[in-house]
T-cell receptor, first 114, second 113 residues
Framework: AQSVTQLDSQVPVFEEAPVELRCNYS??????LFWYVQYPNQGLQLLLK??????LVKGINGFEAEFNKSQTSFHLRKPSVHISDTAEYFC????????????FGSGTRLLVRP | KAGVTQTPRYLIKTRGQQVTLSCSPI?????VSWYQQTPGQGLQFLFE???????NKGNFPGRFSGRQFSNSRSEMNVSTLELGDSALYLC????????????FGQGTRLTVV
């Protein structure tokens, strides 16, 4: 069984500052890794995903994430955040062999202050 | 290309009633998955349908059921509603690549009073 841990429930940051949202996972099998963003009263939008290959993955809106197999981590980063990045961010994993469902972390609320 | 459409967006029901939610996937997508999002339990997988067959099911009671039609549209039904069923229900569609190519809808906010 897989599990995902997002240790930070909320991350406050000033506009134009860098940010890192942490994600650690546990799995006995190989997994795909995802980051989603959710704006208030909206669905989930895919930011980026790691399937294989390069461990540094670039996504939309200037976000990137690095897969670290030894530390079972997939942290999300952005060098300079905007007010519009204020949202809930979810890390998720999916079993590579039977990728029919996503296992989500509890989410991290990114609060960007002016 | 239209995205995943969920209807209705908001719903208020009374405890004990039943409810049906609808999801129209992206054109050409044959897989539809449903998730429940609550403040306490977070995002949890309900079930997945592919070509009108339920392929996978999460750990939810039998009150939660679904179906998929020949045009890939899916419905989710919850019978004998409980207060704890209040949640955002999200639908995701995929072309058959599973979670790799999944796109989510806006969700249906169900409130049980």
């Amino acid at each position: 069984a897989q599990s995902v841990t997002q240790l930070d429930s909320q991350v406050p940051v000033f506009e134009e500052a860098p940010v890192e949202l942490r994600c650690n996972y546990s799995s006995s099998v190989s997994v795909y890794l995802f980051w989603y963003v959710q704006y208030p009263n909206q669905g989930l939008q895919l930011l980026l995903k790691y399937l294989s290959g390069s461990t540094l993955v670039k996504g939309i809106n200037g976000f990137e994430a690095e897969f670290n197999k030894s530390q079972t981590s997939f942290h999300l980063r952005k060098p300079s955040v905007h007010i519009s990045d204020t949202a809930e961010y979810f890390c998720a994993v999916s079993d590579m062999d039977s990728s029919y469902k996503l296992i989500f972390g509890s989410g991290t609320r990114l609060l960007v202050r002016p | 290309k239209a995205g995943v459409t969920q209807t209705p967006r908001y719903l208020i029901k009374t405890r004990g009633q039943q409810v049906t939610l609808s999801c129209s996937p992206i054109s050409g997508h044959r897989s539809v998955s449903w998730y429940q999002q609550t403040p306490g339990q977070g995002l949890q997988f309900l079930f997945e349908y592919f070509s009108e067959t339920q392929r996978n099911k999460g750990n939810f009671p039998g009150r939660f059921s679904g179906r998929q039609f020949s045009n890939s549209r899916s419905e989710m039904n919850v019978s004998t509603l409980e207060l704890g069923d209040s949640a955002l229900y999200l639908c995701a569609s995929s072309s058959g690549q599973g979670t790799i190519g999944a796109f989510f809808g806006q969700g249906t906010r169900l409130t049980v009073v």
